[in-house]
């Protein structure tokens, strides 16, 4: 990443000493709430990044509220596919900062514009990656609410491989009540990205599930194998009734060489209905193995496996507790058709006798029972 000239506003000075160990040495980034600089470590000679809320934003609550709870989210998910934060401060005005590793490389974004379209195995490697880190956000109760590929980071490794890092948490959901400003939402502003965003979170931001993130995933897998984004338009209103109202085209048409089970797999992430989306980043990973490369089982078996953890981390989300997908003791391919979903008859009678007693049911408690509706730039 080239460096940058700094913002008249820049809340710390180049060659500036903070903390007694942090040196800044460069500017990385700059949005339009906080700037990314690189920084030399003195006592451990060890380069770091380094984010800042401008000082406009310093005096916004909610602008620090969400900065915090950024790395407070980052932090928490131990996967190899998110940043990684050592730590958290603020300088002598009080203006916090985030210490987190230097990476080098592009994000996803930008290796899109450079090559166009990515082979469909090499797309399906990628969002692999994403998913070990959205799998493990989901179980922790978080939901990102801002996926694309400028978010998504190909880090250069040492071995000369690259690896994918999900970035920027700013946005996200925290359903965790154990967490100082979990409850932050978003109700003025429309934040993210609309192309990128499920029907449901342009509907109501608040009240959006983990299938809002599959939901992303799907546009950037159809974007990398297309070179195309599904839904778009010329202003920010047209690409919000595109994905609202439009139809999903198809991989197949703008990609032919792409399978037909791929394309399909696609347009179930690209479902307007979250009930016949995947329902998880298990069930969405194992579909995409079937078009990986083999090198990718492992991880697949890994976020399949978070996605089904149970114990004292929340496993259920505002959307419902993570279901498995099983026949019998043998699990199902899923998504092997297209459209609506098909049910046993018997657990379609479960289903309304179900209802039938929780409507019955929720009438007597509903005088108790309430619903409540954490990157560098």
């Known amino acids: 990443m080239e460096p940058q000239p700094p913002p008249a506003s820049l809340p710390v000075r180049l060659g500036e000493v ?3 160990k942090y040196r800044i040495d460069e500017i990385l980034g ?24 401008l000082p406009e934003a310093v005096g916004q609550p909610d602008a620090v509220a969400r900065f915090l709870r950024e790395a407070r989210a980052a932090a928490h998910i131990t996967s190899a596919h998110v940043i990684r934060i050592t730590d958290v401060d603020a300088l002598p005005s009080g203006a916090p900062y985030v210490v987190m590793e230097l990476l080098s490389g592009r994000d996803l974004g930008a290796e899109l514009a450079a090559r166009g379209r990515l082979p469909v195995a ?3 490697g990628w969002v692999l990656e994403a998913l070990d880190a959205i799998a493990e956000a989901h179980r922790l109760g978080i939901v990102h609410r801002d996926l694309k590929p400028q978010n998504l980071f190909l880090a250069a490794q040492a071995d000369g491989t690259r690896q994918l890092k999900v970035l920027d948490f700013g946005i996200s959901k925290v359903t965790r009540t154990d967490w100082v400003g979990a409850d932050l939402t978003v109700s003025r502003a429309l934040l993210g990205s609309p192309a990128y965003m499920a029907p449901e979170q342009l509907r109501n931001a608040r009240d959006v599930d983990h299938r809002a993130d599959l939901w992303a995933l799907g546009v950037i897998l159809h974007q990398l ?22 139809e999903t085209p198809s991989v197949a048409r703008e990609c032919p060489a792409a399978p037909p089970a791929f ?25 995409l193995a079937a078009f990986a490369p083999a090198a990718a089982a492992p991880l697949v078996a890994r976020i399949a496996r978070i996605s089904l953890q149970r114990g004292s981390s929340p496993t259920r989300l ?44 929720a009438a007597a408690a509903a005088w108790w029972l309430g619903r409540a509706p954490a990157r560098p730039p």
């Open 122 to 124: 090499e797309a399906a």
């Open 263 to 287: 394309a399909r797999l696609v347009a179930a992430c690209l479902d307007k209905d979250p009930a016949r989306r995947p329902q998880h980043a298990g069930e969405l990973a194992r579909a």
């Open 30 to 53: 700059a949005g339009g709430m906080g700037v990314v600089v690189g920084a030399r470590h003195l006592q451990l000679a060890a380069q770091v990044a380094i984010k800042f809320l």
């Open 225 to 246: 194998v297309t070179g195309t984004l599904p839904f778009s338009g010329e202003t920010l209103p047209t690409v919000c009734a595109a994905v609202l109202t439009a």
């Open 18 to 20: 903070i903390a007694g």
């Open 318 to 361: 505002s959307g419902g507790e993570i279901p498995p997908t099983r026949r019998g003791d043998e699990r199902v391919p899923p998504l092997a058709t297209s459209g609506a979903r098909r049910r046993p008859r018997g657990a379609l009678l479960l289903l309304a006798v179900s209802g039938a007693v929780f409507v019955a049911g």
